[in-house]
Structures are given as C-alpha cells and as structure tokens.
Nanobody, 123 residues
C-alpha cells in the first residue's frame, strides 16, 4: 500500500516562502508521478504542480508558474518550494501520486490514486 506523508506547511506573511515535502513509501514501480494539489474552503481541489520521478519532467498550473518549483530529492521524495506567496495561496495542500507515468490531464485530481493527509498553508 502506497503511503504519502507531507510536511512543511504553516503560516507565513504575503511575499514569504514555504517548502512542502512529500515522502512516499510502498510504490511497486521505480518511477511514478507525484504532485501537489490544493483546496481552499468552498472551492474545488486544484492541481498545482506535478513531477514524473523517472526523468524529472514537471508541469505547473498557471498560478504556480514562476513562483513555485517542484523537484525530487530522490525517487520517493518530492518537495514544493513556494516563493512570493499570496493570500490566494491559502489552502490545504495535498500530495498525490500515481504509479507510473501520467501522460495527459496531469493536473486533474482524478488521475491520482494515492493521497496524503494534507498540510495547511495560511497567508
């Protein structure tokens, strides 16, 4: 069973930075797609950034481009570096994963099988 454990959320002032980490265990495949989603109260869960751990390919939501960076420290751990944070970035952030490579609709929550518990980011 795949498990995802997030860390790194918290409260920060606008313009500040936070780094979220997600550690995965239990994958059968050596390369997988992992990403970050967020959900603000009363809103749908939206994709922020994803990475394919096989070759480091990344994909970002428009709202994240230029401010957020997703990267991997190894095949099972990814992080989201968030800079220039804005009040509208306030949300619960979730790590998500799917075995193997996601080839289309990468930012759709329905593409992902495994989810972490979430970590709150508050501006």
């Amino acid at each position: 069973q795949v498990q995802l454990v997030e860390s790194g959320g918290g409260s920060v002032q606008a313009g500040g930075s936070l780094r979220l980490s997600c550690a995965a265990s239990g994958f059968t495949y050596s390369s997988n797609t992992m990403g970050w989603f967020r959900q603000a109260p009363g809103k749908e869960r939206e994709g922020v950034a994803v990475i394919y751990t096989g070759d480091g390919t990344t994909y970002y939501a428009v709202s994240a481009k230029g401010r957020f960076t997703i990267a991997q420290t190894n095949a099972k751990t990814v992080y989201l570096q968030m800079n220039s944070l804005k009040p509208e970035d306030t949300a619960m952030y979730y790590c998500a994963a799917r075995s193997g490579r996601v080839d289309w609709n990468l930012l759709s929550q329905y593409q992902y099988t495994y989810w972490g518990q979430g970590t709150q980011v508050t501006l």
